[in-house]
Nanobody, 126 residues
């Protein structure tokens, strides 16, 4: 497994932007599919975005498509989530997740990942 540490969360007004980072330990980062999930208070954890090991394939939840961008820098063992045009409904704890890249199977389900970060709070005020 890989250890993951998120950063970049905070408080922002609606319409603003934030960039989340997830730093991974381990020399096998390049073999991992990376995902971002979020969990609002009282709700289940939901898929936000994912990116293949090479960065060549990206996947997004419909609710964030066109506003959020996932990217990765394998030289820095880091994955990013650029969030623009933020809405109050984007308020949640955001989690970084990882698994060995085996294609698109279960990439939008928390059960499809075996490494998780501790989460970072994102709050969007109206």
């Amino acid at each position: 497994q890989v250890q993951l540490v998120e950063s970049g969360g905070g408080l922002v007004q609606a319409g603003g932007s934030l960039r989340l980072s997830c730093a991974a330990s381990g020399r096998t980062f390049i073999s991992y599919l990376m995902g971002w999930f979020r969990q609002a208070s009282g709700k289940e954890r939901e898929f936000v975005a994912a990116i293949s090991w090479s960065g060549g394939r990206t996947y997004y939840a419909d609710s964030v498509k066109g506003r959020f961008t996932i990217s990765r820098d394998n030289a820095k063992n880091t994955v990013y989530l650029q969030m623009n045009s933020l809405k109050p409904e984007d308020t949640a704890v955001y989690y970084c997740a990882a698994r060995v890249d085996r294609g698109s199977m279960q990439l939008n389900s928390p059960a499809g990942y075996n490494s998780w970060g501790q989460g970072t709070q994102v709050t969007v005020s109206s």
